[in-house]
């Protein structure tokens, strides 16, 4: 089915038809060997590689053999590159998974996915975002992820709402592994080794009167043990998942 068509309707921004294919060819003609996927792809590639910062047009010209100028025929700016990076980093979304009583085990494998999409990308997260899903992979994620809360009872804005809320729980999570990875990496220490120093430096600054709290955290050895990020991420998960049935529970009993 074609999608419908207002006169009304705003224009497409450009990045958009170029994600959707919408653009017949490129401004002011196509450069020989070059295309737009081709483009995205090593643009990808740098930032992998080497992190976000890396990733300019004049540095991805290059790694295509290419002046700079020839990129702009196919991408305007390097904030329409980064919004067609993140839509290929995504990939093809994971299906929809269960629904209905199944709706739990479908969200949950959905963000586990986005998860793993993320840490196969970790600079995905440190792209500004500048607003809702609009590209196709974007898009496909959302539409998936809003087919698991099929027949859940939920109204069409608590759908998004729960979409929004995992997709930033796993966003926040995938961010904050990847700082802390950072860090450790810089220091040279392996986590536990952090953690185990940390633990000594609360201990010093922090008065027990004040953060019994704490200390009482740090007695129990909390601080000091190196947990599986996995563990971490199952924890989160579970809870968000425990309050979104609790919502569904309601709508079945009201």
Not at 60 to 81: C, D, F, P, S
Not at 104 to 120: I, P, V
Not at 184 to 202: F, H, K
Not at 212 to 241: K, M, T
Request: charged share 25%.
């Amino acid at each position: 089915m074609e999608p419908t068509i207002d006169e009304t309707d705003p224009p497409l921004p450009p990045v958009i038809e170029a994600a959707w294919g919408l653009r017949e060819r490129a401004p002011k003609g196509p450069r020989p060997g070059l295309t737009l996927a081709g483009i995205v792809a090593a643009a990808v590639a740098v930032a992998d590689a080497e992190g976000l910062g890396a990733v300019s047009m004049s540095r991805v010209a290059k790694e295509l053999g290419a002046g700079t100028m020839a990129l702009y025929r196919y991408v305007g700016a390097k904030e329409e590159l980064l919004t067609l990076m993140v839509d290929a980093a995504y990939g093809e979304p994971p299906g929809p998974g269960g629904t209905g009583p199944d709706w739990r085990a479908g969200l949950a494998r959905w963000s586990w996915a986005e998860r793993a999409a993320l840490q196969r990308h970790p600079w995905v997260v440190r792209v500004p975002i500048s607003g809702p899903p609009l590209t196709p992979h974007t898009l496909g994620w959302l539409e998936d992820g809003l087919r698991c809360l099929d027949g859940t009872g939920l109204t069409g804005a608590e759908k998004m709402s729960v979409m929004l809320l995992l997709t930033g729980y796993v966003r926040n999570e995938a961010l904050l592994m990847a700082q802390v990875q950072e860090a450790s990496a810089a220091s040279g220490r392996r986590m536990d080794e952090t953690m185990a120093e940390y633990s000594r430096l609360v201990a010093r600054v922090a008065d027990p009167g004040r953060f019994p709290a704490l200390h009482a955290v740090i007695a129990a050895g909390v601080l000091e043990r190196d947990d599986d990020p996995d563990d971490e991420f199952v924890f989160g998960l579970d809870r968000l998942l425990d309050g979104i049935e609790a919502l569904v529970t309601s709508r079945a009993a009201g």
